[in-house]
């Protein structure tokens, strides 16, 4: 008999499991398929807490606001990330991240804190609107916009610039871009069971590890030859030490800063993608949020932090595109010890699991959940509000993303630049989710039209 805080497991009946599945592989071809349909299915069975089984590993999916407050407050002795996120150590690398002791990684995120406050985000606003105008005008007149493609090429000078240094941004158009992206395409559903497996993407991933680990070594060389001591996070991280006085090793220092570049890049990409098709058929909210940018900035020459911080329609925006296409359709954590929720036991080994791409559409929690409805986030129904689990696009708990705000003020940037100077329209067919990648964005070809538009910039 197993005692679980007042509760004793032998009382306890496990979850129930999902229907269906075949020997040896479980419910693997069914996920493979579409595993947010896979996942719905179980909802609708047996309600916020289930089980199945994908190949060789148990897992047990968790839904809806109240079953949220459960997982992310659990303690990590009973649910633990760094086990479950083994896959993304080829990419970080050793000693870094999930493949450190969790008080090490605490640390190594605590060095990114200082960039994230105020003084640090202004500065970051200023580069975000830079590089979005840039942007814009490399486009001309009219065209068409290969959304992924360019979100990406985009998002990746932005958090560079800003997270790592000017050095990077300036190789991002000579080869670091393809580099990156390789890099990024090792980070796939294989990977999760079998993150060294020798396919095509993996080696190809390894290499850019490696091409990358060496620029930015090149670069804190040069650093140390010159003297040059930029305000980047580059250098906060070469003058680093660890509460034992330690200095970070450049090994270190390169998988932490691969790691802050994946974490305010590669979802913001893809979130980035999903707006823009929302907001190209979406043509009265997209004139509303026209109106506002000419509210806010009538007597500014720039986008910049304090006329994000008022763009309140735009932030609904994009609240409601993380509901609606959240870059992370799953969060995983190992079950380290048995985990009783309710009357129903989760056993020790299984792999516990929230969706954002399920529990964001229940219609308990959201009204017409499949409809595209930024308002919903304002008052008086201001549905965010109702359960501080209703959202978890970006996490929650310990294992919340820091960099949240950093991610929502990129994207309300680039789509405040973008739509003061172009219309755009969207293709016939709405693209569906490409569940090929752990980072879920639309399916290619995912093509929109612009058209610049006559009116004056809402800037001076």
């Known amino acids: 008999m197993v005692q679980v805080g007042e509760r004793t497991l032998s009382a306890q009946a496990p979850a129930p499991r999902l229907s269906g599945g075949w020997p040896l592989m479980g419910h693997l071809g069914e996920f493979a398929r579409d595993p947010v349909a896979m996942l719905s299915r179980g909802r ?11 190949g060789h590993l148990k897992f047990a999916l968790f839904t809806g606001p109240e079953a949220h407050d459960f997982y992310f407050r659990a303690p990590e002795t009973q649910l633990d990330a760094k086990t479950a996120y083994q896959f993304t150590v080829p990419i970080f690398g050793r000693g870094v991240a999930y493949d450190t002791a969790p008080e090490i990684f605490a640390e190594q995120l605590r060095f990114l804190f200082p960039a994230l406050k105020e003084a640090g985000m202004r ?160 043509h009265a909210y997209s004139a509303r949020l026209r109106a506002e940018t000419e509210e806010v900035y009538r ?36 079950v380290l010890e048995p985990l009783c929720y309710e009357d129903r036991v989760v056993p020790e080994g299984t792999m516990a699991m929230v969706s954002p791409a399920v529990s964001h559409l229940l219609p308990g929690v959201f009204a ?38 950093f991610a929502i003020m990129q994207l309300k940037a680039i789509w405040t630049v973008l739509l003061d100077r172009f219309e755009f329209e969207g293709p016939a067919r709405f693209p569906a989710p490409n569940y090929g990648s752990w980072v879920t964005g639309p399916k290619l070809p995912c093509e929109i039209r612009y058209r610049r538009r006559p009116e004056s910039s809402a800037f001076r």
């Open 44 to 54: 609708r069975e047996h309600g916020d807490l289930f089980q199945f089984r994908l």
């Open 299 to 334: 007597e500014a020459d720039a986008v910049n932090y304090d006329g994000l911080q008022r763009q309140t329609a735009m932030e609904n925006a994009v609240r409601e595109c993380e509901r609606l296409h959240p870059p992370l359709i799953l969060l995983i954590r190992k």
């Open 123 to 282: 500065r970051f606003a200023d580069i975000m609107f830079d590089e979005a105008n840039r942007f814009a005008g490399e486009l001309g007149d009219e065209g068409e916009l290969d959304l992924p493609v360019k979100m990406n090429e985009l998002t990746i000078k932005i958090a560079s610039r800003c997270l790592i240094g000017q050095e990077v941004r300036d190789l991002v158009d000579s080869g670091f871009a393809e580099d990156y992206h390789e890099l990024q395409n090792g980070i796939n559903p294989l990977g999760f069971f079998f993150p060294r497996f020798p396919i095509p993407a993996h080696r190809s991933r390894d290499r850019a590890r490696r091409k990358i680990a060496a620029l930015f070594a090149d670069i804190m060389a040069a650093r140390r030859r010159s003297g040059t001591v930029p305000d980047d996070f580059m250098d906060v991280l070469m003058n680093a030490r660890y509460k034992s006085g330690r200095a970070l090793c450049d090994d270190e220092i390169i998988g932490i800063l691969i790691t802050v570049l994946f974490a305010g890049q590669h979802t913001s990409a893809v979130l980035a993608a999903w707006m823009g098709l929302e907001l190209a058929r979406a």
């Open 368 to 405: 017409e959940p499949e409809r595209f409805n930024p308002d919903r986030f304002a008052p008086p129904t201001s549905e965010l509000k109702q359960h501080h689990y209703a959202l978890i696009g970006f996490g929650g708990g310990k294992h919340a993303c820091m960099g949240k705000n």
